[in-house]
């Protein structure tokens, strides 16, 4: 699952990006990951431990509602490309 939301506000000439993803790495835990930017940084990442996918899967879903609700609008690429 990978959820990418992107928030363009050009009144103040700003353009942020934020990433959420589940993985499953080879050690068999599910890692959520969170990556956030802001255009001309280089962003910053955190990344989760859990022992299951749904677990993990409950962490990016409040995110990215969150987010939304601040202005963010969900991109179909990781790219951050508008829809």
Known sequence: MSV?????DPE???A????????????????GGRHWTRNGTTGQSKTFWF?????ADQ?????????????YVE???AAGDNP
């Open 4 to 8: 990418c939301i992107i928030h363009i």
């Open 12 to 14: 103040k000439n700003t």
């Open 16 to 31: 942020c990006f934020c990433a959420v993803d589940v993985q499953r790495p080879l050690l068999g835990k599910f890692t």
């Open 51 to 55: 022992g299951d996918d749904a677990t």
């Open 59 to 71: 962490m990016a879903k409040p995110v990215s509602v969150i987010n939304t609700r601040r202005g």
């Open 75 to 77: 991109t179909n690429s």
